[in-house]
């Protein structure tokens, strides 16, 4: 049976969704939107194969998978029997950047999201 694990910072992400949505829209949507984060991560260790690889999506080699939950990207990868969630950044984000040091968005998106 697979086990789910979550990295140090998987966990700081979830927390700091849960934090800056409770600030700005309550803690009864924030609940509701981490609930459905973890919904999603549970998921995967019934359909492991369900996210995109980043490998053939973007032409990077490395072993991870995402999927898309509440306009979060939920990066995972399968280690043997183990979901291990690497990151979970929302949508805001330059994920490859955070991930891998390249930087993918103009100075007008940066204004955009206040970044």
């Not at 991870?64 to 969630?85: A, C, D, H, Q, W």
Request: aromatic letters at 14%.
């Amino acid at each position: 049976m697979k086990q789910l694990d979550l990295s140090p910072e998987a966990i700081n992400d979830l927390q700091s969704t849960k934090s800056y949505i409770l600030t700005e829209y309550g803690e009864d949507f924030a609940k509701k939107i981490v609930g459905n984060i973890m919904d999603s991560i549970g998921n995967l260790l019934v359909f492991p194969d369900a996210g995109v690889s980043i490998s053939s999506r973007y032409g990077i080699a490395c072993d991870y998978l995402y999927i898309v939950s509440n306009r979060n990207y939920v990066f995972y990868r399968k280690e043997g029997e183990s979901i291990r969630v690497i990151r979970v950044l929302n949508e805001k984000h330059d994920f490859m950047y955070t991930l891998f040091g390249i930087k993918t968005t103009s100075q007008e998106t940066e204004d955009y999201w206040e970044e």
